[in-house]
């Protein structure tokens, strides 16, 4: 997904997205310890999605802390 998207989707959707790229992730590494990986850079490309997922729930997190506090 584009970060665009990401940045359009509530934080349930995300949450959602997230908890299937962790899922497809540890299939991906079972299948490159068996050696039937097929696609390495796809772990890569995954890791990078959790992590613009996981940087704008942080992100909304803090916006709500603030805007409490303020």
Do not use: C
Request: aromatic share 0%; hydrophobic share 40%.
């Amino acid at each position: 997904m584009k970060i665009k998207e990401l940045r359009e989707s509530s934080v349930e959707e995300l949450s959602a997205r997230r908890r299937e790229l962790k899922q497809e992730a540890l299939n991906l590494r079972i299948s490159q310890q068996s050696g039937q990986l097929e696609n390495p850079a796809r772990i890569t490309l995954i890791r990078k999605e959790i992590a613009r997922i996981e940087t704008i729930i942080t992100e909304r997190s803090r916006a709500a802390v603030v805007k409490k506090a303020a």
